[in-house]
């Protein structure tokens, strides 16, 4: 069998998180499906990250290996013709046997948009998160320092988080504001279950003046989730970019060009990302 990776974009609003479920609609099951119908048999998929309920993607990828042998084209026109509107294939490239979505996979990119106002926006709701009460950037800013680098991130991931070790490293988190809206961006090797939305809690806790910036080391230190703040709503969170090893050579476009282009009107230019050796 030829080992296939596909790069996916979703709206997860309609979705109950990625991971296929006996009777909940998911992100996998639709794609599965349309494989199915592609293909003719089922093929199984295995992604890079799996998101949450109402979380969405620019690129999440994911790699199969289909029975039958076809090109990259065929794979993006013909999986598209069977995969609601909320979910499409953007991209699809043969890969050596060894490469594995999740596995192979050397760092992540995730950014929140989040709107301050007064009053709820009907037409942006799932797509970005909202506060009404007043935030300071400084403040978060102050506090996001205290997570960047190796931890144990025990306070800060789902109690029924299944990952085997709570140590992540966080490279960035950038925080830029453009008028009512705020783009956060996590960089990371990988991020624990709930992971982003706590840390979204947490930095927003920070925001309001109900924590400083001095509280999150002991908050860290504590390794127990009922000390951090609740997590945040998944609106505005998007799986943005996955980075493999130079030798994967992916169809892949720089997180920030990619969120620009789908989501310009909140975007601001963002800080370079930090340099990752080893990694592409």
């Known amino acids: 069998m030829n080992r296939v990776a596909l790069g996916i974009c979703y709206d997860g609003s309609a979705w109950y998180g990625w991971q296929r479920q006996p009777v909940l609609p998911s992100v996998q099951s639709e794609l599965e499906n349309a494989l199915l119908k592609f293909v003719g048999q089922p093929v199984p998929v295995c992604c890079a990250g799996r998101t949450d309920r109402g979380v969405h993607a620019l690129n999440q990828v994911v790699h199969l290996d289909p029975p039958v042998k076809r090109s990259a084209q065929a794979w993006v026109s013909g999986l598209n013709a069977f995969l609601p509107s909320s979910i499409s294939v953007q991209w699809a490239q043969e890969v050596d046997e060894n490469f594995h979505a999740r596995f192979s996979a050397r760092q992540r990119t995730y950014f929140y948009v989040l709107r301050e106002a007064s009053v709820r926006s009907p037409l942006l709701d799932g797509k970005v998160g909202w506060v009404f009460r007043p935030l300071d950037i400084e403040r978060m ?117 990619l969120f620009q282009q789908h989501l310009g009107p909140w975007i601001i230019p963002a800080r370079p990302e930090p340099e990752d050796p080893g990694v592409a």
């Open 141 to 257: 800013r102050r506090a996001a320092e205290h997570f960047v680098g190796t931890h144990d991130f025990s306070s800060f991931r789902s109690t029924d988080c299944q990952a085997k070790s709570p140590v992540r490293e966080i490279y960035t988190i950038d925080i830029q504001q453009s008028g009512s809206f705020y783009v956060f961006r996590f960089v990371a090797n990988a991020f624990l279950h709930h992971m982003v939305r706590n840390l979204m809690g947490t930095l927003l806790y920070a925001g309001y003046g109900r924590l400083d910036a001095a509280d999150i080391p002991t908050l860290i230190e504590r390794r127990d989730r009922q000390y951090a703040p609740p997590t945040f709503a998944p609106d505005g969170l998007y799986l943005a970019g996955v980075k493999y090893e130079e030798a994967v050579q992916l169809p892949m476009q720089d997180p920030l060009t």
